[in-house]
């Protein structure tokens, strides 16, 4: 089967957009509301755990915080967190302050040379995507994707594999005709879930993770200038991911055994 489309997962693979994006937003969302949560670099490793914001807010509750009595109206409460927490975040993106990582950008524009479908599977909210893809990669860069799914468009977050299903569907494709990009343990569970080849780009949160299962593991895509470091699987000789590398993968996939 040829390969015809590329699905990327955002947080962590299009941008390393935790650490200093995602976690200083839910911190300014907790100031703006009056509370005294804080949300440390260690303590949001813990909290990565659970895939989307509104989820990762209840897990804190209910895990971390001893002697915290939810108010009655807790769910309204985490639903107004969360949307000031996107306003925090795209506030970020539309200042310019989350870059893509190395690579991401060459990679698409190849991508698209070449007549690849792509596509975006992501548990953040779409507004997050949107902002990000047009301050870090062009101003039309919403209409690059054939498929943006994101958020609650499907109930079940990663690792759940809802989502690549969801995106696989609309793209009419079978797994093995696409390729997903992934960073993290309960990203590769989602791809592969859906039955899609990985490649994992780690990141300082996700290094440590299982990537059983994934085509390559690398520390990153790679720019001519800043190669990547290879962590599992077969380079091929190449020290940034392109087109011909990606191929390569693939055709491993679709190998008779
Ligand atoms: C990304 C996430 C997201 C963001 C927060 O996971 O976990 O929840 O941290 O986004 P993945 P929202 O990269 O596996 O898709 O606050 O918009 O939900
Ligand atoms: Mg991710």
Not at 18 to 26: C, M, V
Not at 75 to 103: C, F, N, Q, S, W
Not at 234 to 257: F, I, Q
Request: negative net charge.
């Amino acid at each position: 089967m040829d390969l015809q489309a590329l699905i990327f997962d955002v947080d962590g693979t299009l941008a390393d957009t935790e650490r200093d994006g995602h976690r200083p937003a839910f911190n300014s969302a907790f100031r703006e509301f009056g509370l005294a949560w804080e949300w440390d670099a260690d303590l949001y490793a813990k909290l990565l755990k659970v895939t989307g914001g509104k989820e990762r807010i209840r897990y804190f509750v209910d895990h971390f915080l001893t002697g915290y009595s939810k108010p009655a109206d807790f769910d309204t409460l985490v639903g107004e967190l969360h949307k000031a927490k996107t306003r925090h975040y795209v506030g970020m993106l539309d200042r310019g302050a989350i870059p893509l990582r190395p690579g991401v950008k060459r990679l698409l524009e190849e991508a698209r040379k070449q007549g690849l479908r792509l596509a975006i599977a992501t548990t953040t909210t779409p507004d997050n995507v949107i902002a990000l893809l047009r301050n870090a990669l062009a101003a039309d860069a919403e209409s690059w994707f054939e498929i943006i799914a994101a958020g609650d468009i499907v109930p079940a977050k990663k690792p759940a594999p809802d989502i690549y299903s969801w995106t696989l569907e609309k793209l009419g494709l079978d797994p093995r005709q696409c390729l997903a990009f992934e960073d993290s343990y309960n990203g590769i569970r989602a791809s592969l879930g859906a039955a899609i080849p990985t490649v994992i780009t780690v990141n300082a949160y996700t290094a440590n993770d299982d990537f059983s299962g994934a085509l390559a593991v690398l520390d990153g895509l790679g720019e001519p200038r800043q190669v990547f470091n290879p962590i599992h699987g077969n380079s091929y000789g190449k020290s940034c991911v392109d087109m011909e590398l990606l191929r390569r993968w693939h055709g491993e996939t679709t190998k008779p055994a």
